[in-house]
């Protein structure tokens, strides 16, 4: 089936720091979705994409819906330790069926 | 407003034993969604409802799960008998559009 591809799959940084992150499908996607998991918790949406070539921005976080319509990228400014989660991308396959990418898991040092 | 409510949250059972999850949708949300998240990976769709109606169960092991929205609002999924190999996080979500949104999930363990 169609998949995402989620990179990097992990990523340790200091606090303060900038962070980027990236998704991509071998399919065109109309909606690209951003979620943040904190351990023992469901996914929490942080950002909706609509359109090609989109930037949006939630607070420190910015996403954009990349040009080919096959990739998008969610960047977040001077993190902290709050930012600490698993990231994933999402959105709507075939047949309108939500999927997910793998996660990138963040990880920030005080 | 409140989220999307899943009971319970934690879940431990021997195995070939049932077990049933129920989700409580975001009022007037007609799509709910079953996941199934393994440890490292992301969530993985069970069955999307649009209302009462299941539109995609494709990738619901049918031998030994089923589930239900009767009345197009709440839902139940049931695993019978449960195996070692479902040991697992269930999310619920549910939304109006393209946005879905996520309960704080049940999380299964089968001894």
């Known amino acids: 089936g169609q998949q995402l591809n989620q990179s990097p799959q992990s990523m340790f940084i200091q606090e303060g720091e900038d962070v980027s992150m990236n998704c991509t499908s071998s399919?065109?996607?109309?909606?690209w979705l951003w979620y943040k998991q904190d351990p023992g918790e469901g996914p929490v949406l942080l950002i909706a994409?609509?359109?090609?070539?989109e930037l949006t921005s939630n607070g420190r976080l910015t996403a954009q819906f990349g040009i080919t319509r096959k990739d998008s990228f969610l960047n977040i400014s001077a993190s902290i330790p709050s930012d600490v989660g698993i990231y994933f991308c999402?959105?709507?396959?075939?047949?309108?069926?939500?999927?997910f990418g793998e996660g990138t898991q963040l990880t920030v040092n005080p | 407003e409140a989220g999307v409510v899943q009971s319970p949250r934690y879940k431990i059972i021997e195995k070939k034993q049932p077990v049933a999850f129920w989700c409580n949708p975001i009022?007037?949300?007609?799509?709910l969604y079953w996941y199934r998240q393994n440890l490292g990976q992301g969530p993985e769709l069970l069955i999307r409802?649009?209302?009462?109606?299941?539109?995609?169960d494709s990738q619901l092991p049918k031998d030994r799960f089923s589930a239900e929205r009767l009345k197009g609002v709440d839902s139940t999924l049931k695993i019978q008998p449960a195996e070692l190999g479902d040991s697992a996080v269930y999310l619920c979500?549910?939304?109006?559009?393209?946005?879905?949104?996520f309960g704080q999930g049940t999380r299964l363990t089968v001894v």
């Open positions: 009022s007037g949300h007609n799509t």
């Open positions: 399919s065109i996607f109309n909606t």
């Open positions: 409802y649009e209302n009462e109606e299941a539109v995609d």
């Open positions: 999402a959105g709507p396959t075939s047949g309108s069926r939500l999927t």
């Open positions: 979500a549910s939304s109006l559009g393209a946005e879905a949104f």
């Open positions: 994409l609509y359109k090609a070539g």
